[in-house]
């Protein structure tokens, strides 16, 4: 494990898998869930997969941890 953000490529997952991560977030900023997130960046940092991105109402950065569910 690295302290280190490793980058991962969001787009190659499924078209299914990047519409369900872009819709089912949560804004810290707007208390409010689904609001969906633009600007996708997906990476690893210390085993966990994380997909962050901008609140489509706010703008504001929101982030999804990916768990084994997820895969």
Known sequence: MTDER???DFDARDE??????????????CQQ????????????????????G???RCGQPVLTELTDDDF
Do not use: H, S
């Not at 299914?16 to 900023?29: G, H, I, P, S, V």
């Not at 690893?44 to 994380?50: A, S, Y």
């Open 6 to 8: 490793q980058p991962r």
């Open 33 to 52: 869930a689904n609001l969906g997130m633009t600007d996708p960046v997906e990476y690893e940092l210390k085993g966990i997969v994380f997909i962050e």
């Open 54 to 56: 901008r609140c489509r």
């Open 16 to 29: 299914a898998d990047k519409a369900a991560f872009l819709e089912q977030t949560w804004c810290d900023n």
